[in-house]
């Protein structure tokens, strides 16, 4: 009859106790970042290497506005690259090197902001403003055909998708993979003798390293 009551009077407590060790442990906050960052853009195109910088601020946790500018060579898809027995490269019907300077205006959306931990933090974005597009004759040593370049102007912009990594909130590092499109509303520029393009860009695979403040 004890051995009955004891049993009684501990199956409440023991009750309770499982049901605290089963609690579900409290949600962690989520990371709060600094409004802005600044920093430069390393870029990978079909026409070769690229260099920009950008400037971003934060309009709510997950919806930012941001600007960049970039300088990269541009290159016909009919181009064909040789290299001669000394190793240098030459391009047969080549008449202008092309060179993209895009400045652009646009928005980048956080993805997955409750789903995924904050040490990976994915995001869609595009902009949009006016390209500089500057040409510089290819039967001229590649430094001094600058003093013989000219320049044209049109519209373009770009969608991209990328990440932003780590939990550091002083330095900023991420990729992001675009999609560029360049477009005149003209004969456009000419690359290839007698050829023109109207529209220049394609994929870039872009490298991000910044600070945050």
């Given at each position: 009859?004890?051995?009955?009551?004891?049993?009684?009077?501990?199956?409440?407590?023991?009750?309770?106790?499982?049901?605290?060790?089963?609690?579900?442990?409290?949600?962690?906050?989520?990371?709060?970042?600094?409004?802005?960052?600044?920093?430069?853009?390393?870029?990978?195109?079909?026409?070769?290497?690229?260099?920009?910088?950008?400037?971003?601020?934060?309009?709510?946790?997950?919806?930012?506005f941001?600007?960049?500018?970039?300088?990269?060579?541009?290159?016909?898809?009919?181009?064909?690259?040789?290299?001669?027995?000394?190793?240098?490269?030459?391009?047969?019907?080549?008449?202008?090197?092309?060179?993209?300077?895009?400045?652009?205006?646009?928005?980048?959306?956080?993805l997955?902001?409750?789903?995924?931990?904050?040490?990976l933090?994915?995001?869609?974005?595009?902009?949009?403003?006016?390209?500089?597009?500057?040409?510089?004759?290819?039967?001229?040593?590649?430094?001094?055909?600058?003093?013989?370049?000219?320049?044209?102007?049109?519209?373009?912009?770009?969608?991209?998708?990328?990440?932003?990594?780590?939990?550091?909130?002083?330095?900023?590092?991420?990729?992001?993979?675009?999609?560029?499109?360049?477009r005149?509303?003209?004969?456009?520029?000419?690359?290839?003798?007698?050829?023109?393009?109207?529209?220049?860009?394609?994929?870039?695979?872009?490298?991000?390293?910044?600070?945050?403040?």
């Open positions: 009859m004890k051995r009955a009551l004891l049993i009684m009077l501990f199956l409440p407590i023991a009750f309770l106790n499982a049901q605290q060790l089963g609690e579900m442990a409290p949600e962690k906050p989520r990371e709060i970042f600094p409004d802005k960052s600044i920093g430069l853009d390393f870029m990978f195109t079909e026409g070769g290497f690229g260099l920009g910088s950008f400037f971003r601020h934060n309009l709510t946790n997950s919806l930012s941001f600007t960049d500018i970039s300088f990269s060579e541009g290159k016909d898809s009919r181009e064909v690259e040789y290299v001669t027995y000394w190793g240098e490269t030459y391009t047969p019907g080549k008449k202008n090197r092309i060179f993209l300077v895009p400045l652009n205006f646009g928005l980048q959306q956080r997955f902001e409750n789903v995924i931990t904050d040490n933090r994915p995001y869609i974005n595009f902009g949009v403003g006016p390209s500089m597009i500057v040409t510089t004759p290819y039967d001229r040593e590649f430094f001094n055909s600058f003093s013989k370049a000219q320049a044209r102007y049109t519209l373009g912009g770009y969608i991209g998708i990328g990440a932003n990594f780590g939990l550091d909130k002083s330095s900023l590092l991420g990729i992001n993979i675009r999609y560029y499109e360049i005149f509303f003209d004969k456009g520029v000419e690359s290839l003798d007698g050829i023109y393009q109207k529209s220049l860009g394609g994929f870039f695979f872009t490298i991000n390293i910044g600070i945050m403040y």
